[in-house]
């Protein structure tokens, strides 16, 4: 029963994330000029990109390496260990939920971004489309595949940070 919890907090969650976040990069896709509005798309994949990497390492992460720490009472060592009890919902989360919305914002900053390159410049917006449209995705599958390696080869010192980051935050 608390997994069908889970899979209509994602669910609304995704829903409430998706309006926030395509709010925010439609305000500036409308307001700002193509510099900034490639910077926000590049930000924005970053962001996929780093929660990607959190959601793996979390998965490949071992919870005993955390055990010591947390009888040091080294800060982030207890919240790292959550972490990885609950890694397949925070894998989620990171990989489906903001993966994935930072996947679907990208595309549609990089169409905006389009349609503003091709208003500047007289060429035809399908060979724009074309490259931008390339770039994006080169960036975001190339990024994430790197980073899957990182966090694979490095996921309890990623972990142990995201532990430290919650405990400063106390979330």
């Known amino acids: ?36 509005l490639l910077i926000i798309t590049i930000v924005v994949i970053i962001i996929g990109i780093i929660f990607d990497m959190i959601g793996v390492a979390v998965l490949t992460s071992k919870e005993s390496t955390f055990h010591a720490k947390a009888s040091k009472k ?10 990885i009890k609950n890694s397949a919902t925070i894998a989620s989360f990171c990989n489906d939920v903001i993966g994935d919305i930072c996947g679907i914002i990208s595309g549609s900053l990089s169409a905006v971004l389009t349609l503003s390159i091709a208003g500047v410049i007289n060429l035809n917006s399908t060979i724009i489309a074309i490259f931008v449209t390339a770039i994006t995705s080169t960036l975001t599958v190339g990024g994430k595949a790197i980073m899957k390696r990182v966090a694979m080869k490095n996921s309890d010192s990623i972990v142990f940070i995201v532990g430290k980051i919650k405990s400063f935050l106390h979330f």
Do not use: D, Q, R
């Open 1 to 36: 029963m608390k997994k069908n919890n889970w899979i209509y907090k994602v669910f609304l969650l995704t829903f409430i994330l998706s309006i926030i976040f395509s709010g925010i990069s439609n305000f500036i896709a409308n307001n700002f000029n193509n510099i900034f």
């Open 74 to 83: 080294i800060k982030g060592a207890k919240e790292s260990i959550n972490l």
